[in-house]
């Protein structure tokens, strides 16, 4: 059996280029452990938590990683050497064994080296946060104010002061910035142009070169993407199924979708528009231009205008506690405003359903603490709308990271970066 790393045929494979390779290999299986019978991991590659061994919890040494990957121990161990050398990796007690022999230490991620900074930009907030390689939050800032009356400039200015703050406290717990990504709720171009982004009346806003030279974003790669794309990445990576739908529920509605782990963006980077499927053609007029989209059925603003919650002073996020405590003590308008939401999400989610055949839909943003009331609504659509839901079921959830899913998600991208290509860290580099 050839060595990991080699290739087939006749294609010759450059020194460099196998170090590379082998480095990730190796990465992979601490930050996973090795494939068991089934495959590797739902994502197909690394995830960005945990760092034990998959079967049973393990710690694997560099012994089981030159067993599981055929490599030899001698070049596992000059590989795990620069792992640690670069703060990738850190040894840890030996992990208890059966026999006679000294029990070998055990190799995890390293929480105290490398970590994503990851930003994001909606219509009522602006939120930033650090991911160290572990995937542990380490520090988290969410400033609350409506975006929409500031223009772009003034908008990433700010979100750049707010990067700043955090970026200080990462590097007085020793972390060191591997990169940031900026989760804006809008239609991203490949080169971090958003293109359209209708709630906060965005058009072909070139983001780099809007926030070039500010220094808290200086000296690592920026990316920008939609933020139900990043949220969606980020539910992914918390042990999230292989193949699901993610709705953020914000003012705007977005949907990242994620099939055998991959995330699905289309021919153009823009899909997941969900918020602009139109419900009823001929409703109510929309921010897009179009009329009846789904956002003014289910969107933040039309559940708590329904719910008798709007213009009341409250922030957003206090009208979202308010209406989530009068569900909860069956308020007959905020009860109605959520299932009619709800219906009118679940008509839409299920036409996706039909399309795409996910089996889970992940309830994201303002959605995840309204998923108890939401979700029955939903579900109740989706069954009656499915083609395949009377012996395939769908499951309808709240996102494991709540309203945190795409501002995590997107530190949670520059650290699998990372993780996926270590060599260009350790040459000093940037994913």
Request: proline residues 6%; neutral net charge; contains cysteine.
């Amino acid at each position: 059996m050839a060595q990991a790393g080699t290739r087939s045929g006749n294609t010759p494979v450059r020194q460099a280029s196998l170090r590379e390779h082998n480095l990730g290999l190796v990465l992979r299986h601490i930050a996973t452990g090795p494939p068991t019978a089934g495959g590797t991991d739902a994502a197909g590659g690394t995830v960005g938590t945990g760092g034990t061994a998959a079967a049973g919890g393990r710690v694997p040494s560099r012994a089981d990683i030159a067993a599981a990957t055929g490599l030899t121990r001698a070049t596992v161990s000059a590989l795990v050497d620069d792992l640690i050398g670069g703060r990738l990796v850190t040894e840890v007690a030996p992990t208890p064994r059966a026999g006679a022999g000294r029990p070998a230490l055990g190799l995890v991620l390293a929480g105290n080296g490398p970590a994503g900074l990851g930003l994001e930009i909606n219509v009522d907030y602006l939120a930033a946060c650090v991911v160290d390689l572990t995937g542990r939050v380490r520090h988290r800032v969410v400033h609350r104010a409506d975006q929409r009356p500031a223009g772009p400039r003034d908008v990433l200015a700010r979100v750049a002061d707010l990067a700043a703050a955090v970026r200080g406290e990462a590097e007085r717990q020793g972390l060191a910035h591997a990169g940031t990504a900026l989760a804006v709720p809008g239609l991203v171009t490949a080169d971090g142009v958003v293109r359209l982004a209708p709630n906060l009346g965005w058009r072909d806003v070139d983001v780099p070169a809007l926030v070039h030279g500010h220094p808290a974003l200086a000296g690592a790669p920026l990316t920008v993407d939609n933020e139900a794309n990043l949220a969606a990445l980020g539910e992914l990576h918390t042990a999230g199924p292989a193949s699901f739908l993610y709705v953020s529920g914000e003012i705007g509605i977005g949907a990242g979708i994620v099939l055998d782990g991959a995330l699905l963006r289309g021919a153009r980077g823009w899909s997941g528009e969900l918020g602009h499927v139109a419900v009823r053609p001929d409703g109510p007029p929309c921010g897009c231009g179009a009329r009846g989209c789904l956002e003014r059925y289910a969107g933040q603003d039309a559940i708590l205008a329904a719910a008798g919650l709007a213009d009341r002073g409250h922030t957003a996020d206090q009208a979202v506690a308010r209406l989530t405590s009068l569900a909860e003590a069956a308020d007959p308008a905020a009860l109605r405003a959520l299932a009619d939401a709800g219906s009118a999400l679940g008509v839409t989610v299920a036409g996706v359903i039909n399309v795409l055949d996910v089996d889970t839909v992940v309830l994201g943003g303002v959605y995840a603490p309204l998923t108890p009331w939401l979700a029955p609504a939903v579900e109740d659509e989706v069954n009656h709308r499915v083609l395949t839901a009377g012996w395939s079921p769908v499951t309808v959830r709240a996102s494991r990271l709540g309203g945190d899913a795409a501002v995590v998600g997107a530190a949670g991208s520059v650290v699998r970066a990372v993780l996926d290509r270590p060599a260009r860290w350790l040459a000093g580099g940037r994913p």
